[in-house]
Nanobody, 125 residues
Framework: QVQLVESGGGLVQAGGSLRLSCAAS????????MAWFRQAPGKEREFVAA???????YSADSVKGRFAISRDNAKSTLYLQMNRLKPEDAALYYC???????????????????WGQGTQVTVSS
């Protein structure tokens, strides 16, 4: 069982930045594929970015060039640096963990066995 705890959300003006963190309770953090998803009110949960165990990263087209995912395996922590935030980025952001994941599956919610409770990001226009 892996517990994930997100932090770093808050209220920011459009164009601003936030850095989300996700602390994982596992000593084998480096072996997990880690990802960020988000869910806005009335919308489905959607993929934002992922970091494979080998260091490869993936990002949704909507955030490419603005968001960057990274991980510190020594600290068992996942990060999401969000720059140039837009009102449409406002959502509850979730951290998720999975075992080995095929490249074609990194955006698929069902492959992630562990989820955090989420951290709220609000962007004012």
């Amino acid at each position: 069982q892996v517990q994930l705890v997100e932090s770093g959300g808050g209220l920011v003006q459009a164009g601003g930045s936030l850095r989300l963190s996700c602390a994982a309770s596992t000593r084998t953090f480096s072996s997990y594929t880690m990802a960020w998803f988000r869910q806005a009110p009335g919308k489905e949960r959607e993929f934002v970015a992922a970091s494979g165990s080998g260091g490869i990263t993936y990002s949704a087209d909507s955030v490419k060039g603005r968001f960057a995912i990274s991980r510190d395996n020594a600290k068992s922590t996942l990060y999401l640096q969000m720059n140039r935030l837009k009102p449409e980025d406002a959502a509850l952001y979730y951290c998720a963990a999975a075992g080995r994941v095929r490249t074609t599956q990194v955006q698929t919610l069902s492959v992630y066995a562990y989820w955090g409770q989420g951290t709220q990001v609000t962007v004012s226009s």
